[in-house]
Structures are given as structure tokens and as C-alpha cells.
């Protein structure tokens, strides 16, 4: 869309440039002919959508010839005929023109300086670009570090969020929502996933990971507490095998993907009976593993 300058340009300035003398000071030698203007730099500006026409930066001069073989720099204004919005749709160009004080007039053929105006969206990832705060967290190129107590559903740059560290705080992920990217707990910080997540996550023995709600596709090390379900691939050979997702916490006995898992303990022994999940063939070969109903046959994987 464009938005044009009005039909007659000269009307953005006075004197009207078709009479040279019209609506000019009484004395002649006053009024100054220009025969060509210098070219505007630049003549095209792409800005943000939602930039304000005061933020344009728009010259504030321009460089004229006259006919009497003098140049001289005019101040001037910019006029946009049709109307600038700023909240126009992406790729809206407005066509502003140049607008000169009284005393100057235009020899034949010239014309005022234009300066094209184009709108592109605004940036997505506006805040990887800087670093953001507050009390308990920092953002910067897109790496969120919590150290006090966040929630994903009141985090005001959550699109902005690419990977997760939790450095001695709490973090939630709200029912609903999602995160892909990478995820590290460390120095007994605490990750709650009420949501769905996947990537790479990476949790230290003193800290503590409680999956509430869906883990898939992705790698995962060190504990995790799961009252939610895990998504994984499993490898079918007829032997014993191991869970290619999360291979050091779960491990699968038998030769059918639907066969128990069980919590392997740091001296290599297996957890009770009483505390197995069961593996659930999903399509695709992705396979679910979901804890007991009971709470007390939930356990650590």
C-alpha cells in the first residue's frame, strides 16, 4: 500500500511553486529561485511498525541551487498527504514531502524532494538483542537464568526464551504452555514441568526435576521425578536393552517394548517391583511411560 503525497506536490509549499511570485514578499529580491535541490539521503526508510512519525529521524535541511549561482542549505519540514500510521499493516509505505518556509520558488521543472517511508514487522526476538531483568532472573541472547522464583505463565519474554538455567531457584512451566531448547538445573535449583517440554535437559544430583506434565523427543541426564509422562524410543532386539532417550535414568527388561522399566540405582541394582513403569506402545515408535496410580509406587527415575 501506498500512500502518495497529494496530486499537486507544490502544494506543501508556500509560495505556490506555479506562480513564482504568488503569495510571495512584495519585494522581489526576497524571493529565492531554486533551480535543483541536492538528492535526499536517504530516499527510502524502512522502519518497525508502531514507530512514531516523531522517531522517523527525517533530514531537517535541505541543499538548494539557486539561479543566481548561490547555494544555500533551507530548513524544512515533512508532510505525509494521505495520513502516516504507524500501526499500518507490514509493508505500508507512506510518502512524505519535503515542506519549505515562505521566500523560496521553483524555476521550471523542479519539484520538492520526497522521502518513501516503508513499514516492516516488528522484530520478534526484540529482546534477544539486549539483556532484561528483574528481581530472581536475567535474559540475555535468549539464555533465561533463574536464581529466585519464576513462573513461565507470568513471564512477560517467554517467546523470547531459547534455553533454561536454574542456578539455585525455582522454576515452573505452567500447565499449557511449552518450551523446546535446552534446560539445566544446577546448584539445588528446583524445575517443575506442568507443561510440555523437550530438548536437552540436564539436571545435578543435588537438584530436583518434577515432570507433572509431558517430556518428549530429546536427551535427558540426571534425575528426574516423574508424576507426568515421558515420551521415548526404545530399541527392540530381543535382549535386554536400554531407552535411547534418557538412557542413564530408565532402563526396559524383556524383549517386547511393552515390558516394565525400572529405576536403576547408582550400584547398578534395579528398584523393587513395587516402584516399575510401564511401557506403552504409542504410533511411531514412540513409546509412553507412565508412573503408577498409586502415590506411594511412584519413585524416583
Not at 518450551?179 to 528446583?190: A, H, M, N
Request: overall charge negative.
Amino acid at each position: 500500500m501506498i500512500a502518495s503525497p497529494s496530486p499537486s506536490i507544490e502544494a506543501s509549499v508556500s509560495p505556490s511553486p506555479s506562480a513564482e511570485t504568488s503569495s510571495a514578499p512584495t519585494d522581489a529580491a526576497e524571493v529565492k529561485t531554486i533551480i535543483s535541490f541536492e538528492a535526499v539521503a536517504p530516499e527510502g526508510l524502512s522502519v518497525p511498525q508502531g514507530t512514531l512519525e516523531t522517531g522517523l529521524d527525517l533530514p531537517a535541511s535541505l541543499n538548494a541551487q539557486f539561479s543566481d549561482g548561490a547555494a544555500g542549505e533551507i530548513p524544512v519540514t515533512w508532510q505525509c498527504a494521505a495520513g502516516y500510521d504507524p500501526n499500518a499493516e507490514a509493508g505500508a509505505q507512506f510518502a512524505f514531502a519535503a515542506v519549505l518556509p515562505q521566500g523560496y520558488a521553483f524555476s521550471e521543472g523542479v519539484s520538492l524532494p520526497e522521502i518513501l517511508v516503508t513499514l516492516t514487522p516488528t522484530p520478534v526476538n526484540t529482546m534477544l538483542m539486549a539483556q532484561a531483568s528483574d528481581e530472581g532472573w536475567t535474559l540475555s541472547d535468549g539464555k533465561l537464568t533463574v536464581t529466585g522464583e519464576v513462573y513461565s505463565e507470568y513471564f512477560s519474554y517467554w517467546n523470547d526464551v531459547q534455553s533454561i538455567e536454574v542456578t539455585g531457584g525455582f522454576f515452573a512451566l505452567s500447565d499449557g504452555m511449552s518450551f523446546s531448547g535446552t534446560i539445566t538445573v544446577l546448584e539445588s535449583g528446583y524445575f517443575y514441568n506442568y507443561g510440555n517440554v523437550s530438548g536437552t535437559i540436564s539436571v545435578e544430583s543435588s537438584c530436583y526435576f518434577m515432570n507433572n506434565g509431558t517430556i518428549s523427543g530429546g536427551m535427558v541426564s540426571g534425575p528426574v521425578y516423574n508424576h507426568g509422562t515421558i515420551e521415548v524410543v526404545v530399541t527392540v532386539d530381543g535382549k535386554e536393552k536400554f531407552v535411547n532417550y534418557g538412557a542413564d535414568i530408565l532402563e526396559t527388561l524383556g524383549a517386547s517394548p511393552t515390558s516394565l522399566w525400572y529405576r536403576v540405582n547408582a550400584d547398578g541394582t534395579r528398584a523393587g517391583q513395587g516402584r516399575r513403569y510401564v511401557c506403552k506402545p504409542a504410533k511411531g515408535g514412540i513409546y509412553v511411560a507412565s508412573p503408577p496410580a498409586h502415590a506411594e509406587d511412584r519413585d524416583r527415575l
